[in-house]
């Protein structure tokens, strides 16, 4: 399949201020997409959208992730103002260093919400507009996705769930032409992780990201590897990609229990049977 082309192309992202989010759609913009931008501070996307060239090419709306009725309105909003949306990248995120019998189950469920929840609720409410287009669905996971630390339950279980949520949605909307990928970057230098490095026990257990494994990278390396990702409708994006032998290693059979294992016949006449709960 030829490079994604992202001129004139519209693309949607959540926790569009962060600085993950900001500095994608100013590589995006540049590469002459045109943007729709979705945080929980609608003063905040409608300044970026404004820096960005105004509402011919950037435009903001206020969604919260944890409301699938903020993201449908956002994502309806978007495709009646641009009239398309090709590609959906769902990027907001937090994250939570505590220990599970110091971690209050409000704090627990808030970052599943956002992190998994979040995600599944963004696919949701753009896939509609995305499939007419037959584009793309992005979900921000993590290296945290395979290597599971010690007091980020909370966290570690969302970004797993995150991989493997693309990996079942992408099985349902192959047949309508829609690419899904999962993006794993290790820690990257952003304000969650001065966040956490501001807390003595995330500056203790990373000891500052100092070291050669767990060594932070830059936004721009992370924004570059999830462009080239998109361009080429990847799977699995790994972020840097010396991390990939030891990423890619817990997947290794499942692409034979995809290919093998479920007919595409049988998934595409199982959708049609499921009732809507």
């Known amino acids: 399949m030829p490079n994604f082309n992202f001129a004139g192309r519209v693309v949607a992202i959540t926790g569009s201020t962060g600085g993950l989010g900001s500095g994608l759609a100013s590589q995006l913009r540049a590469r002459g997409a045109r943007l729709a931008l979705f945080d929980l501070d609608q003063d905040a996307v409608n300044k970026q959208a404004e820096d960005l060239g105004g509402e011919n090419h950037a435009k903001g709306w206020r969604a919260d992730v944890r409301s699938f009725e903020d993201l449908s309105l956002a994502m309806e909003g978007a495709a009646n103002h641009f009239g398309r949306i090709d590609v959906v990248?769902?990027?907001?995120?937090?994250?939570?260093?505590?220990?599970?019998?110091k971690t209050d189950p409000k704090t627990f469920e808030r970052v599943i919400d956002i992190n998994l929840n979040g995600v599944w609720r963004t696919f949701r409410a753009g896939l509609p507009y995305v499939q007419r287009e037959k584009g793309y669905l992005l979900g921000v996971s993590s290296l945290a996705a395979f290597f599971h630390s010690p007091l980020q339950a909370s966290y570690t279980a969302s970004k797993a769930g995150v991989w493997a949520l693309c990996n079942s949605i992408r099985m349902e909307v192959k047949h309508l032409g829609v690419g899904v990928g999962s993006v794993h970057p290790t820690f990257v230098n952003t304000a969650m992780l001065a966040n956490m490095h501001a807390d003595p026990a995330g500056l203790k257990l990373w000891e500052g990201n100092k070291s050669l494994f767990f060594k932070s990278i830059t936004p721009e390396v992370v924004v570059d590897g999830?462009?080239?990702?998109?361009?080429?409708?990847?799977?699995?994006?790994?972020?840097?990609?010396s991390n990939n032998l030891p990423v890619r290693a817990p997947g290794l059979f499942r692409g034979v229990?995809?290919?093998?294992?479920?007919?595409?016949?049988?998934?595409?006449?199982?959708?049609?049977?499921?009732s809507y709960r």
């Open 89 to 101: 990248i769902a990027n907001a995120g937090v994250e939570v260093v505590a220990p599970m019998a």
């Open 226 to 241: 999830i462009v080239r990702g998109i361009e080429r409708r990847s799977q699995t994006i790994v972020i840097p990609s």
């Open 257 to 274: 229990i995809e290919k093998f294992g479920f007919k595409q016949k049988n998934i595409t006449e199982a959708i049609d049977l499921a």
